[in-house]
């Protein structure tokens, strides 16, 4: 599961999000069901997770899945090259300091510039970053997220975390099931649709490969809910694909 819009509604900033009461007692819950079976898989840094969330013994991905842990808490990271991430987090504080409103988030492997607060800059921050880019060659990608734009190495996505979260156990011989709503989710809807799993985008957003689609986060805490007591049915409804 994605957490950011999907198990926590999205704030005007990435630090001002409200964690529902219960939420991290209902991924216990259900990752006892599941013997362990559960991830969080996010665009937030390992160490955020657990500010927002606790420190829970759920498998984790972070940073698009750049950085990696299991249950027990044994990290694993994906090589980076940090000095590169660093310039462009440095291009893109430049950009922030003129255009109020706007905030970078510097996440070491990943870097994010936020316009939530600054619909305006939107068209001016996304040539910014487009432009900072341009000179690193296919070293680094960009993914246009929701008041977001996110900077991350070429080659490691959300779908790479679910792949090697499923080559292990607890989850390999499972049918993977991806919850997220934002478009970096969608190398999680593929990777689980390769594998024959169960894709669910939280919303609207289109185009998606999801299969499934559940309404808002509310319904999803919903679901998890009835999913973690084995009570009654979730609320998700069929795509038609
Ligand atoms: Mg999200």
């Known amino acids: 599961m994605d957490i950011d819009g999907t198990l926590i509604e999205l704030a ?7 964690v529902s009461t219960g939420l991290p007692e209902t991924l216990n819950r259900l990752s006892q069901r599941l013997d362990g079976a559960v991830a969080l898989v996010t665009g937030r ?3 955020d997770i657990d500010r927002l969330l606790g420190r829970l013994p759920i498998a984790a991905a972070g940073q698009h899945g750049l950085e990696r842990r299991d249950a027990a808490g044994h990290r694993t990271t994906h090589a980076v090259d940090r000095t590169l991430m660093a310039t462009i987090a440095d291009r893109l504080q430049g950009f922030a300091a003129g255009h109020p409103g706007t905030e970078v988030e510097d ?9 939530r607060r600054a619909p305006d800059a939107e068209e001016a921050a996304r040539r910014f970053v487009k432009e900072a880019l341009r000179g690193v060659g296919d ?4 993914h246009d997220g929701k008041k977001v734009l996110e900077v991350k190495p070429f080659g490691v996505d959300k779908g790479t975390a679910v792949r090697e979260m499923m080559a292990a156990p607890p989850f390999a011989g499972r049918t993977p099931v991806f919850i997220g709503d934002d478009v970096t989710d969608e190398d999680g809807f593929a990777a689980v649709n390769d594998l024959d799993g169960i894709s669910i985008e939280v919303g609207y957003r289109e185009p998606t490969v999801a299969r499934y689609r559940i309404a808002d986060v509310d319904a999803t805490l919903a679901l998890l809910a009835s999913l ?3 009570n009654g049915e979730g609320s998700m409804t069929d795509r038609g694909i």
């Open 228 to 230: 973690a007591d084995r």
């Open 139 to 142: 070293a680094l990608s960009l």
């Open 12 to 18: 005007e900033r990435p630090d001002e999000v409200v």
């Open 45 to 47: 840094r390992l160490d």
């Open 107 to 115: 996440k070491g492997l990943t870097v994010a510039l936020h316009y």
